[in-house]
């Protein structure tokens, strides 16, 4: 196997998106996704039974075009990387099987490895960080998924969770109040869109976790000093909206909309740059769906800079889930020397960040 | 004729035909790993007759109806490995290859008519109406299904062959020595193998389902302040 510009596929199903890439060593060659998201619309939120069954009827026909797309065959390519965990059970499992049957079929070697940390290895292609990872990295990663803040020491083997969404992600957030202000799915744009013509200021809405008793000091750390919760708030706006038409008032959507948004963006950077000072974190990786609202970016910007964080954003295409971060990370490991990971292993749709790539069973 | 047969209906199995004639299986009673074993076990079954996946003449998937995250795991399995190894796909109701059983082991008597019916999970139950061939060497004929049902409201006075039998006694009765039984690979790629020769269509690799999934367009918004 070519372990210096190994070319690698990988497969990505954790949720609503059916994606392969492919990656020379850090060369993208393809990032090719098929998206169920408009199933879900008249749902207001991702049906993990809808995503899964779409998955089933996308996986050949985003494989063949994948590989028409980058130019290579099967027999090329020196490995195959898989998401494992985490992410929704039904769907992760569409993808394994079918990884495991192309490493079956082909005869190449299996990566199946984390979500999370593959969210962080797309740094690595597309010319996010031409000269490779930088030194002293966290990721922040903000989704309908996830919400998450991660130290990364090396890809291959030391990523630790410093805090993480104990209840909503900050895109279900944004999906169930769009849905509360009737603004559609994905709530993310939709909220962003509207929020502009609103006045963030205008209602104050909580932000979760943010009391010293959660916080605690530098020295003595509360037990969610790094953490969100993001269900309070959005039970806020619910009231909030009652109220109004309690009293036979017309709703102030773009208000509501705008201060949600600034309560939500507030405390995702606020503790993000705490957990990045504390934790001698210089540079930060802004990464998943909600990556691409215009104000998380804005003030996260801000803040970063003015704690001498330098802040970067992957484009558009490598935030989203898919499959060339799958592959991305994938070659990381493969020129690491990280051993493949067989055929035996199961999904785990709680799998932890410190489990970079699943073992042998 | 070479062909590869999986069905992940209700467990996961596996089986390598040469001619008809079953000459690898594997079988899993453990319905949750479907996804962890079926990819390994095509490995052990081709290399343990020498054959590669190039040498198959076709590869069979069973389409349900069946739960449906293991359902789709064999499917994707099915799917994969012929787009790779560019072999044809055929798909075969699963609940036929319990029918195939009951017929070509003498359980029920030619010509007869009777039941399949599998674990549909929630009290219900995934069944077909069969006639049983007049003739050896035919393959009995679906007069009615797939369907899921509770297994009170299936057709009375019929024998039933499979799981269902075993799980609603009071219900459902049939030969006692399929009341436990599950769609086999070996048994579906059988009945592929007839079609084949007969020159009969097969299925494409759609899975029966037989339900919409759980969701719920949202009703208007609850009040958060009760
Ligand atoms: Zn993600």
Redesign the interface.
């Known amino acids: 196997m070519n372990t210096t510009e190994p070319l690698v596929l990988g497969i990505e199903s954790s949720c609503d998106e059916t994606g392969v890439g492919v990656v020379r060593g850090t060369e993208l060659l393809t990032n090719t996704v098929s998206s169920s998201m408009a199933e879900h619309v008249r749902f207001g939120g991702v049906i993990p039974e809808i995503a899964s069954r779409a998955h089933l009827e996308a996986f050949v026909p985003t494989l063949r075009g994948a590989l028409e797309d980058a130019g290579v065959t099967l027999e090329e390519i020196d490995a195959i990387a898989v998401t494992a965990g985490p992410g929704l059970s039904g769907a992760l499992m569409v993808g394994v099987s079918a990884a495991k049957a192309l490493a079956v079929a082909t005869g190449k070697p299996l990566y199946a490895i984390n979500h999370l940390v593959a969210h962080v290895g797309v740094g690595v292609v597309g010319g996010t960080f031409p000269d490779g990872l930088p030194e002293n990295l966290g990721a922040l990663l903000v989704s309908g998924g996830h919400t998450e803040i991660l130290r990364v020491g090396s890809l291959a083997d030391d990523v630790e969770l410093l805090g993480s969404t104990i209840d909503d992600a900050a895109g279900e957030a944004y999906d169930k109040t769009a849905r509360i202000l009737g603004l559609g799915y994905p709530g993310g744009p939709a909220i962003d869109r509207v929020a502009r013509e609103g006045d963030p200021r205008a209602i104050r809405f909580p932000r979760g976790l943010s009391q010293p008793k959660y916080l605690g000091s530098a020295e003595q750390p509360g037990p969610h000093r790094y953490d969100w919760s993001f269900s309070g708030v959005k039970t806020a706006v619910a009231r909030s909206v009652e109220q109004y038409e309690a009293a036979g008032l017309q709703v102030p959507v773009a208000d509501i909309a705008a201060s949600f948004q600034e309560a939500v963006v507030d405390v995702i950077s606020a503790k993000a740059v705490l957990a990045c000072t504390e934790y001698g974190i210089t540079h930060l990786l802004l990464g998943g769906g909600v990556a691409a609202n215009r104000r998380l970016r804005e003030l996260t910007g801000e803040r970063c800079a003015a704690a001498g964080i330098t802040l970067t954003v992957p484009a558009a295409s490598l935030c989203t889930d898919n499959g060339a971060m799958v592959a991305a990370l994938g070659a990381q490991l493969v020129m690491d020397g990280a051993a493949p990971s067989g055929l035996g292993f199961g999904t785990d749709p709680g799998l932890p960040v410190t489990t970079v790539v699943l073992p042998e069973v | 004729m070479l062909l590869l047969a999986l069905d992940t209906s209700a467990a996961a199995t596996v089986a390598l035909l040469r001619d008809g004639a079953a000459v690898g299986r594997f079988g899993s009673s453990d319905t949750r790993?479907?996804?962890?074993?079926?990819?390994?076990a095509?490995?052990r079954v081709l290399a343990d007759a020498g054959a590669t996946?190039k040498d198959l003449d076709g590869i069979v998937a069973g389409v349900g109806p069946g739960p449906?995250?293991g359902l789709?795991?064999?499917?994707?399995?099915?799917?994969?490995?012929a787009?790779?190894?560019d072999v044809p796909l055929h798909g075969v109701m699963s609940l036929d290859a319990l029918a195939y059983d009951a017929a070509y082991g003498g359980t029920v008597p030619a010509g007869t008519d009777f039941l399949v019916g599998t674990d549909a999970r929630r009290g219900e139950v995934y069944w077909a109406l069969y006639r049983a061939p007049a003739d050896p060497g035919v393959l009995p004929r679906l007069l009615d299904g797939p369907r899921v049902d509770r297994a009170p409201s299936l057709p009375r006075g019929v024998p039933l062959v499979g799981r269902a039998a075993g799980l609603y006694p009071e219900d459902l009765h049939g030969p006692a020595d399929l009341a436990s039984a599950d769609p086999d690979a070996a048994s579906l790629g059988r009945v592929a193998h007839l079609r084949l020769l007969a020159g009969e269509p097969l299925l494409g690799t759609e899975?029966l389902?037989l339900r919409e999934?759980?969701?719920?367009?949202?009703g208007p918004?609850k009040?958060?302040?009760a």
Do not use: E
């Open positions: 790993s479907h996804a962890a074993g079926l990819a390994p095509v490995q996946g449906f995250t789709r795991a064999g499917l994707v399995t099915a799917r994969t490995l787009f790779v190894w899975p389902y999934s759980d969701a719920q367009v949202p918004r009040r958060a302040t």
